[in-house]
């Protein structure tokens, strides 16, 4: 964890610690951290793609956009994802936009993933927390512009995109902005049948500007505008037809040269995120339907980073406000009959207060121990109760929750082994779907969902330890977690209810089930065969039972990834074999069937050069070049994945 | 850092944009269903140095449950006074000559807080040029009687949740069913309350007209009305909700049940009369399968509402 800490209190005084970047390189690597965004295989990647490209991470695929992470096999409401420490909701009931469907790769600086409990500190979470980090240019003593530009071309699905950035720094003005734009239609799975109503268009643009306000001190205003449309979810009875995302925030910092206390970062944002859904495009549908959905959050986020000898601490206050809406108005086939509405999320209020602290000292030269902890203040407000009160009569429209989080961690390194434990116990809040959703349609289970006010809060001891080996050539690391987590929020079928959405076939209510355990593992091995040729392999294992013994759902079945990497001069050649096994521990009750193993196998080159001042990649590839047609376990529906794709892509930076 | 600026414009550009706007729930409740709370005066007549005003919710007498206030004014000292024996009986009279009455209160009760006399009545049907209602109302003050009668119109009653059904049951009886409330329903459990009515046949032959006895309605007693609601529209596939309740007779002799709304737009309250024994006096049961893309089928007894 002191990894973390130091990484980022580094990330904040880049400016004022110059020489203690170098020292640092190493450990993002060590860690969980991702700091550039690209791949292994492709330099132009999504936000999407370049999350699945870590161990833990693993997607609900709806469509060709829009993913829904899974960290640690968890679904997003046990994990909390944010943009720099600040709380985004998505505003759509069906989960067709996480929070990273926001962000772009291009204004993003990396990617913060942290397993369990030590993703505490910016509020309850289960599973962990994925913070995506916005770029952040440091103020430099000399006037500086810097910028980069990406095209390319997916040949699938005529996937165009042009993403463009640039930052000028200065003494004492910083300023970073980037424009994107994506479009794609539809794609093709390996059989070379199209899939309908998978295109998207995509436009993001951000801006930041700092400003230093003395030698130990600056403000910074960052908005990211994102818009998505004409978004298609092959897997779902309706398409996107417009989202928009503004996320806005400014924050003061401060520095201390002595003293305990070496940074205090203080955050105030707000965001609003608007999703509009669309089912005219499929003519099949019986009944048209209005889906909008709102989300609007204040917040504020204040963190200290604490330091002396060999004791330091980082501690948040994080606080915020959000309002979910969504609706839903049915037409019926007479126009001018009078159409039919209710509250998908019947307004519901969030407010989250609390105070999180991780601490970490450096027992010896070899050790480490991590003790880290939350407590937090949750409290949701319902404004049309009465929705609620049609399953749940006499609910509570307002609920107060106190969710309490800690974790502690051990961390030893004899010579070439390094070895870790920790343990971790917290608390969550279930979802506003969890707790106040109406009527939501899952068409993965075809079930009507309804939320019930009255949960209990899911409550989570987790286990955690890992053992790794490392010499020039070799490197070796496993990883185990496990998980046990109380009251555990799922859809169970409600035997007294009548679905609303006319392809669902029953109606679920959130319930918990008393318990249910999560079992993750994954090894990962690099070997450097040759200087300039590298091997790397990568297995992972996950297993989750319910409190009778059954499956739980969208559990990631055996996994592997093996790549070769060759580079010679400013020449690159990348291949990589990655696949499932078959699911044989599906759900059935979940609506889950049982998936078939495969394998893709994907390559390719680049080639780097100089152009003045301008680095140049262009890089040509293929994924799927075997064309397999497969779908994953996960896959919404079984739709089908992307067949062969050739793809191309050209980066200049200066 | 032109380009900044042109973000900068792009986004207040596409912020200050329309939207979809959000549906103001509560004033779209309000617009599409009225509810009135105010009873005015829907008719008045004079007899000697007394004015009788009838009051009802709007002012107008809708077809459907109606309350009913009736006040008793001396036009000379203009002050209210309490009559006696206050009697009250709606006719009405087809083109054929055949003249019926409907459910209602014969002998009015008196409110003594409010000063006036109150009752009901369930117009069967509209007024119009085939068909045409009369009140005959009789009453005492100072010792003397007073008859009177007067022509009224009862109007359609617009509002949906206040329709009303009449039938003859199993038992060769007249039954007429009115809901009462709620006026205006809301997506919530809703406190359902009907008039459930019975044609009490003649058991002796007319006299002078109009006789009260060839009129006769009551409530019934001790009956169960079992509630199944649905959504009928073939979009919502025989949609219903969960915990609803069944009506049964309050203190006051009207029926009281819950209906579960889960969502605004056309409902039927599918229903199933049950006498005291508990035998079916009319009405069958539904399906209960979702049956997307096919109109549902209703009880055949039912009342539709719409909110």
């Not at chain 2, 329903?185 to 032959?205: C, F, H, M, S």
């Amino acid at each position: 964890m002191l990894l973390f800490l130091g990484m980022s209190v580094n990330a904040q005084n880049k400016y004022i610690q110059h020489d203690s970047i170098k020292n640092l390189k190493e450990v993002k690597v060590k860690s969980a951290t991702k700091n550039k965004i690209e791949t292994e295989m492709k330099i132009a990647v999504s936000v999407d793609e370049f999350l699945s490209s870590s161990d833990n991470i693993s997607f609900i695929k709806r469509g060709a956009y829009a993913w829904e992470p899974l960290l640690n096999n968890m679904s997003t409401e046990r994990s909390m994802v944010t943009i720099d420490g600040m709380h985004v909701f998505g505003a759509c009931t069906d989960k067709m936009d996480p929070i990273t469907s926001y962000v772009e790769s291009n204004n993003l600086a990396a990617i913060d993933i942290k397993s369990g409990q030590e993703g505490s500190l910016h509020g309850a979470t289960v599973a962990g927390s994925i913070d995506l980090k916005r770029k952040n240019t440091a103020f430099s003593v000399e006037k500086k512009w810097s910028g980069a530009y990406q095209s390319g071309f997916e040949f699938n699905n005529k996937q165009f995109f042009n993403l463009g950035n640039v930052s000028f720094s200065s003494n004492k003005f910083v300023a970073d902005g980037s424009v994107s734009y994506r479009k794609a239609e539809n794609y093709s799975d390996g059989n070379n049948d199209v899939v309908k109503h998978s295109q998207y268009k995509k436009f993001n643009t951000s801006l930041g500007l700092a400003y230093k306000t003395s030698d130990l001190s600056s403000v910074r205003v960052d908005a990211i505008f994102d818009m998505a449309k004409d978004v298609g979810f092959p897997a779902l009875p309706m398409d996107l037809s417009l989202s928009r995302a503004l996320i806005t925030s400014a924050s003061y910092k401060q520095l201390f040269e002595e003293g305990l206390v070496s940074v205090v970062d203080t955050k105030i944002y707000f965001n609003a995120i608007e999703h509009y859904m669309d089912d005219t495009t499929r003519p099949e549908n019986l009944v048209h339907m209005d889906m909008p959905g709102w989300s609007t959050t204040y917040g504020l986020v204040s963190k200290a980073n604490l330091k002396k000898n060999n004791y330091s601490s980082e501690i948040a206050l994080n606080a915020y406000d959000n309002l979910s809406i969504a609706e839903m108005r049915m037409y019926p086939q007479d126009r001018s009959q009078r159409t039919m509405f209710a509250y998908s999320w019947p307004w519901v209020t969030t407010r989250y207060a609390g105070l999180s602290m991780n601490n970490s000292w450096d027992i010896s030269e070899k050790s480490q121990v991590n003790l880290g902890g939350s407590l937090g203040v949750n409290y949701n407000y319902s404004k049309y109760v009465e929705f609620n009160w049609i399953f749940h009569p006499g609910a509570p429209q307002e609920k107060t929750r106190f969710l309490p989080n800690l974790n502690a961690g051990y961390q030893l390194q004899i010579d070439q082994f390094n070895f870790s434990v920790g343990t971790g116990y917290g608390h969550r809040a279930p979802s506003v779907s969890e707790g106040y959703g109406y009527y939501i349609y899952n068409s993965f289970d075809r079930y009507d969902y309804i939320g019930n006010p009255n949960l209990k809060n899911e409550i989570s001891y987790e286990g955690n330890a890992s053992a790794g080996f490392k010499n020039e050539k070799l490197s070796i690391q496993a990883k185990v977690n496990y998980f046990y987590i109380e009251n555990y929020i799922i859809g169970r079928i409600l035997s007294m209810g009548s679905p609303m959405n006319y392809q669902s076939v029953g109606v679920k209510g959130y319930t918990a089930l008393d318990y249910s355990t999560l079992f993750n593992m994954s090894v990962n091995t690099t070997y450097d065969i040759l200087e300039h040729l590298h091997w790397k392999g990568t297995l992972t294992y996950a297993r989750g039972l319910d409190d009778k013994g059954g499956n739980l759902p969208f559990i990631r079945p055996l996994s592997y990834q093996t790549s070769l990497h060759f580079m010679h001069g400013n020449f690159g050649i990348q291949t990589a074999v990655n696949g499932d096994l078959a699911q044989i521990n599906y759900s059935p009750e979940y609506g889950e069937d049982e998936t078939k193993a495969y394998k893709i196998w994907n390559l390719s080159a680049n080639y780097t050069f100089n152009f003045k001042n301008v680095k140049s990649v262009v890089q040509v590839g293929a994924e799927n070049i075997l064309n397999e047609y497969y779908s994953t376990y996960a896959d919404w529906g079984n739709i089908p994945r992307m067949g062969r794709n050739i793809f191309t892509s050209l980066k200049l930076s200066f | 850092m032109k380009s900044f600026q042109f973000f900068v414009i792009a986004i207040l550009f596409v912020i200050t944009s329309c939207t979809i706007d959000k549906t103001d729930y509560e004033a779209e409740l309000e617009s599409e269903v009225p509810e009135f709370y105010e009873f005015k005066e829907a008719t008045s007549f004079t007899s000697g140095s007394y004015k009788i005003s009838i009051e009802a919710l709007n002012g107008i007498f809708y077809k459907g449950y109606n309350e009913l206030h009736l006040k008793v004014v001396n036009t000379q000292t203009n002050q209210v006074v309490t009559p006696s024996n206050v009697t009250f009986l709606p006719i009405l009279s087809n083109t054929d000559g055949s003249k019926t009455s409907c459910p209602h209160e014969y002998n009015l009760g008196y409110d003594a807080v409010n000063k006036y006399n109150v009752g009901y009545s369930v117009f069967t049907t509209e007024s119009s040029t085939a068909t045409t209602w009369k009140l005959y109302v009789n009453f005492t003050a100072d010792n003397q009687i007073y008859k009177v009668e007067k022509d009224i119109t009862v109007e359609k009653q617009s509002n949906k949740n206040l329709n009303m059904t009449s039938f003859t049951g199993k038992d060769n009886e007249q039954y007429v069913i009115a809901l009462i409330a709620p006026q205006k329903p809301k997506v919530a459990e809703n406190a359902l309350v009907a008039g459930i009515y019975k044609y009490n046949k003649p058991t002796i032959p007319a006299g002078v007209f109009p006789d009260p006895t060839q009129f006769s309605y009551s409530k019934v007693s001790g009956y169960t009305l079992k509630l199944d609601p649905r959504m009928p529209e073939p979009s919502m596939g025989n949609h219903s909700s969960p915990n609803n309740k069944d009506l049964v007779q309050q203190n006051d002799g009207l029926y009281q049940g819950i209906v579960n709304y889960t969502m605004t737009g056309n409902w039927t309250l599918n229903f199933i009369l049950q006498n005291q024994n508990g035998l079916i006096v009319k009405g069958t049961l539904v399906s209960t399968d979702f049956t997307p893309g096919v109109e549902g089928v209703k009880s055949e007894l039912f009342i539709d509402t719409l909110f």
